[in-house]
Every structure is written in C-alpha cells, then in structure tokens.
C-alpha cells in the first residue's frame, strides 16, 4: 500500500497519518488506513501564545502553521502533524481546541480511503479570507 514512500526513518508519521508531499501545494497529512467519519484522527498538543506575540509570530516561519485558540485573542502552535493539514473548501477534517489539555484534537467529517489526503477549512466554515490562493 506505501510502498513508494521513504523509508519510516525518512518519513514523518504517527499512528494513523502521515506528511507527504501534497498536490495541494507543500507538505500534507494523509492517511495511513481507512478511517470511519467521526473518528479523532489526531490529538496535537499545542503551545497557546498571547495576543501581543501576533506580530513574533507573524514575522516568523511558523506565520502560516498556528490555529486562533480563542476569544481572547489567543494563538496556538500545534505540534504532531496539526500544522501541515491543507486547506479544502469541503474539507474531510475538522477541529476543536481542547482548553483543558491544550490540545487541537481532530476528526473526520467523512469516510476515508487509505492514502487519502486530510484537509480541513482555514476560513473556519466561511468566517475568515484565506491569505493564500488555494488550489
């Protein structure tokens, strides 16, 4: 089934994904198995930073791999493969900030094939512009 991917010391991956070149540009998360909607596909810890490191993390490499965390303002830094999801329009993931964990956990929204790309909406179902032109 992988048998054209590097090596597992080559190759970035957990339990049930891994990060691969992506025809959606980049770098993305794809799926080691089939998977049945609503399972939580990942449980990515995440560093939360203040609104007054906006424009650090703006600066930085990290400006386009972090998630609004809240209300307030909030930003997180997701580690796992959190930060190399793309974007899609009808997305096969979704995610919620778990506060009390600091973690992003992360579920199917549908059915997925072994191999299949995992992506989730940037814009938040609409509420936000993408900063980027989207494959």
């Known amino acids: 089934m992988h048998d054209d991917l590097p090596v597992a010391a ?34 990515a810890p995440v560093i939360v930073l203040p609104p007054e490191e906006r424009e650090l993390l703006e600066s930085s490499s990290l400006r386009d791999h972090w998630y609004g965390w809240n209300d307030d303002g909030d930003m997180a830094v997701a580690f796992g493969h959190a930060s190399f999801y793309n974007h899609a329009d009808d997305p096969t993931c979704e995610y919620d900030a778990h506060e009390v964990l600091d973690a992003l956990v992360v579920r199917l929204r549908r059915d997925v094939a072994a191999d299949e790309e995992l992506t989730i909406d940037y814009t938040g179902g609409g509420v936000e512009e993408l900063w980027f032109e989207a494959r």
Do not use: H
């Not at 957990?14 to 609503?38: C, H, I, K, N, Q």
């Open 10 to 43: 080559d190759l970035a991956s957990s339990a049930r994904t891994y990060v691969a070149d992506s025809p959606l540009g980049g770098r993305g998360v794809f799926a080691f198995e089939a998977m049945t909607a609503g399972s939580v596909v990942e449980v």
